[in-house]
Structure formats: structure tokens, C-alpha cells
């Protein structure tokens, strides 16, 4: 099993920034990949980015340029720092990764980013 702690969201103004960061309880290097997934009120949950074992990133179009997924191997964890957000970036941010066949989740961390 493993266990992701997301932490650092929070209420920003539009064109603000926020960092989140998950911390898994087995190390990074030993897991495939680690996502980043938010969910907005009423709508499904979508991807917003990746980071695999190997430190290659992908992103959704919408988050392009302004949001950057790293990770910190000393701390054991991946943050995903977030520029000029939008109101539309509001929702729950979860993070991911497989282990054993199966998917892990974190808890999730509220971001609200107001107009």
C-alpha cells in the first residue's frame, strides 16, 4: 500500500500562485509516477499533470505554462507549483500514483482562486 498526503492549498486571488505538495509514504523513485488530478464542483475529475520515475513531466493544455510538476528525491516529495491561476483552476487537487496494480489516491487539498 501507499499512503499520499497532499498539503498547501488554500484562497488566492486570480493571477496569484500556490505550490501543493504530496508526500508518499514509499520513495519516489520507486513509484512509476506520481499525477496530480483536480476536481471542480460538479464536474469530473481530470488530470493536470505527471511527473514519471524517470523526472519526465506532462501537462493538460489549460495548465501550460503556468503550473510546473517537480520533485524534491531528498524530501521525498512532489510539488506541483501553480502561476497565474485562473478561477476556473478552482476545485479539489488530488494526488495519484499506482503501486501493485493498484491506485492510490491522497486525501485532496482545496483550491479556491477567486475574481
Known amino acids: 500500500q501507499v499512503q499520499l498526503v497532499e498539503s498547501g492549498g488554500g484562497l488566492v486571488q486570480a493571477g496569484g500562485s500556490l505550490t501543493l505538495t504530496c508526500t508518499p509514504s514509499?520513495?519516489?523513485?520507486?513509484?512509476?509516477?506520481i499525477d496530480w488530478y483536480r476536481q471542480a464542483s460538479g464536474k469530473q475529475r481530470e488530470s493536470v499533470a505527471t511527473?514519471?520515475?524517470?523526472?519526465?513531466?506532462n501537462y493538460r493544455d489549460s495548465v501550460k505554462g503556468r503550473f510546473t510538476i517537480s520533485r524534491d528525491i531528498a524530501k521525498n516529495t512532489v510539488s506541483l507549483q501553480m502561476n497565474s491561476l485562473k478561477p476556473e483552476d478552482t476545485a479539489v487537487y488530488y494526488c495519484?500514483?499506482?503501486?501493485?496494480?493498484?491506485?492510490?489516491w491522497g486525501q485532496g487539498t482545496q483550491v479556491t482562486v477567486s475574481s
Open positions: 514509499k520513495s519516489i523513485i520507486r513509484l512509476n509516477f
Open positions: 511527473i514519471n520515475s524517470g523526472g519526465s513531466t
Open positions: 495519484r500514483t499506482e503501486w501493485g496494480g493498484s491506485d492510490y
